[in-house]
């Protein structure tokens, strides 16, 4: 490890440059990257899907968030790398980290491609007071990454209107109708994918394809190398007007542009901002509401997604509930297991992310990833949590279920419940339209705060319809959580309770945003469950619980059984039935 | 009514002016103003404590909030005045209603004094977009106002350190401590009482003088007739060289300020604003914090003027259960008899606001005030809602309860319990460090949001140290209310259900603020009730509520019995141990 930060020291004394910047990002702004893009992990060793790497001419620190601190700090050790732990009191930001550490007129390099021009305004504001110089053009890390791979260059597929629910071109009237702007910069991949109904797979559980496009009031282009188009969105393309460019063609396209632009300086990658020479309107991104608020057919459709997800996930449950301590498994082979019953039902695509399969203390490791290094056998004993997602034709799922394999401790079972009455709260909350996921976190968390508990992530975020299991702009957790929930939106609810080398629990269904009443009091709203798969009832201390979240959970499992158990056989049946059953306070 | 407005319309007509403002306030933004400043009431006839007047030359139209709806609505009947609901769908704001209904180049007066700077600059820009002119110099109603009141002027009394805690000359330092400008300007009348512990009776409910300061790092000055002040406060100005100026001197002096003025926009009045020609730093006043979080004494004297209040009003309920339809009461002879026994609790000084007294329908009035017009009679059946509170030297407190007569409907007994489980989820409420008021209430409404009921007004306001019983910064309610809950912060927890032409419920408490664990995960806070008053346990559903509410209540009602029963006689002890029976869930 220590070779590669030496290796860009060397071209970091060739710039002049005293302090390097490696974040985990492409130039999409897109949250899991392709290989080509993992800069970070090549250069630090750590794997996690969120952090940045600092490295200075002695020294180099990462900064990543609560989900991996424990995972960073295992994956660090040894490699000269301070981790920094963000959200933690005493943490300096990486930009105070920067000033600090370096003298007046340093120069602080990083490719500008790989920062939105929000965060680039953040750090030369921040530089700017110890005169330090920012240099943005280079990626120094390609000149020392001799096997890195190459950008990815799979085929595309048309997304049909039976799983989308509306065209492209109703999708471009509908932007065009809110734009006030003579031009829309598109720069996430996925807004590009939902906007052309087109997906791809240049990202592992992420299908679509790296690309940009433009809307202007009379014209539409997609920039996308040409060869990668199935036959299907070409002709859709040509017979409705949208010009097909080349990938990096929008570099120079955008210095052409005249009029009004609206940009995201949020997502837009900072070197395509300083490109565009019209006048700049910054705003959210339209498509990321539009995106959001799913639309009738994508709801019916994710419907039937998680009817699938469902009895996969109760098979596999039945299957590692009757065998466990009987035949050999392991976080590993039951992953497999589980990715092989996803895959037998019809219309499944791929895994929306890599499984979380965490045994006993490596469920503490929020986002922990299962190798043949870590991987253990599974015992009849303890906690074993799974953290799993399909994407099918029809839309994508997330479930976290936390399996109970034999005895477990009095602490354990009153956590499990403690955490499940957080996520029966927020299930059964009630709102006047203009809450926000901040205001709804209050709601979850209490059962949790009451007895001085936490978890360091979030209890919800969106989630796309066959695009990127986290989306947003709706999200769930107690700070910076700004936007009103609408209805359509589907969102992830996971609390979860992670004691260090001990056990992690977490509980995760998604709901979807509804319409309640409407009356002189505003229109109510609330959510509904997506999901429908057995909690772990043998994991619950029930007199923990309030008599409305026992109620609320049995008529929980008692759709549950009535949705899943016509697609069982007898024996899964009668399984099913009994973790279905009723629970008494 | 109408010859009022029509001699404001004439006044309007000589300096050519086309629409003039009458807000609720005086020169030092106070809520509830002296009868000198009541000029949107002598204007309109509407006698609640918020509300804006606009007067055209044909229309005029007044803006109130929800809790004063039903109010206004009778009182402006016939008046010629539209009602204009604020925070309703579809009602225009003001600025957007005078510019609607004004031609371009025409005049808007108003008393600037009247107006923060924060409130004047977004008429300026609304009306700019008009090319609507202002003229601030204006006090119209002074001229048409033949017998209006004169400025109040009593005499000042000296807050003990007993009672404050600290001395004039601990806060001083504290101020100058935090203070970044050269000098802070002190314009409301409450920060001025606390910083030098200087008490008056300007205000009925209000125990203040009306007065302004100014703080810089080497002086201190007061704005206030010399011969109001009592000889202790003198002798301390001396002796500590504070600055004794005349009231009106503040105009002169401002402008004689140099360096950077510390000011808040959002409370100075903006014609003292412009008289400022140092630089102004722009910040909320510091001394709102410093106020609102209650120091050890302040906290332990506080809870000595609860008991008193808990006594007088435990005898209250006493008296009103086991009389009424015995003897003769009203609403009005019923708030005389609490406010009698208030005042033979020792060192009481005066009710700390205008009781509300609301008998059946009354009660859906949220700020009802009884008169000789709308006095009714008590009957042993229905609700009686009782709003009140007293100013004692150890504190002040507000309280509600409202009290079954007798009979009440189902839907009584329904929407009684589910305000007070949002009253017992939000004094149960558990958060970290960090938390708002717009998060907090969340919590609270949810047993009613559950059954597509709301009440419009917060669940919770500031309370100050026999200063206002309404202060910020601290504020419990679903929007704007962005200002994290620190230890020692008292605020109510006032839940209510108001149906129009039926009924009305509020359940009050006040509570307190405390740190709890102190953690990994943060600090986690709570809150402690200062209220030790029953509840009407007459008025519940208990089959509604949930085992741990009912518990809670059960714990409240033990503890009220502790801390009151020794103060009672036999009688009155038997009956508390009644009306604090554990109940049964």
Known sequence: MNKKLDALRQEMKKENIQAYIVPTSDDHDTEYVCSHFMSRSYLSGFTGSAGTLVVGLDQAALWTDGRYFIQAKDQLAGSGIDLMKMGVEGTPSISSYIVDHLSSGSVVGFDGRLFSEAMVEIYEEAFDKKDLILKTDLDLVDRIWKDRPVLPHTSTFHFEKQYAGKTM?????????????????????????WLFNLRAHDIPSFPVAMAYAIVSQDKASIYIDDSRLDATSRELFAKNHVTIRPYDAIYTDVQTLTGTVSVDPYTINSTLYRFIEADIEEEENPIELMKACKNEVEIEQTKHAHLKDAIAMTQFMYWLKTNVGKIPMSEMSAAQKL???????????????ATIAAYKEHGAIVHYQSSPETDVPLQPEGLFMVDSGGHYYQGTTDITRTFVLGEITEYERKCFTWALQCHIRLEQATWLYGCTGEQLDMIARQPLWKHSLDFKHGTGHGVGHVLSVHEGPNVIRWQQAYTPFEAGMITSDEPGIYIEGQFGIRHENEVLAVNLDKNAYGQFMGFEPLTWVPFDVDGLDVDEMEPAEVAWLNAYHAKVYEKVSPYLNEQQRQWLAHACRPLIR
């Open 339 to 353: 990715h092989d019953l996803r895959a037998s039902q019809a219309d499944f695509i791929e895994d929306s992310f």
């Open 169 to 193: 071109v109703e999708k471009i009237a509908a932007v065009r109708d809110i734009l006030s702007a003579d031009h829309l910069m598109i720069t996430k991949v996925d807004q590009v994918a």
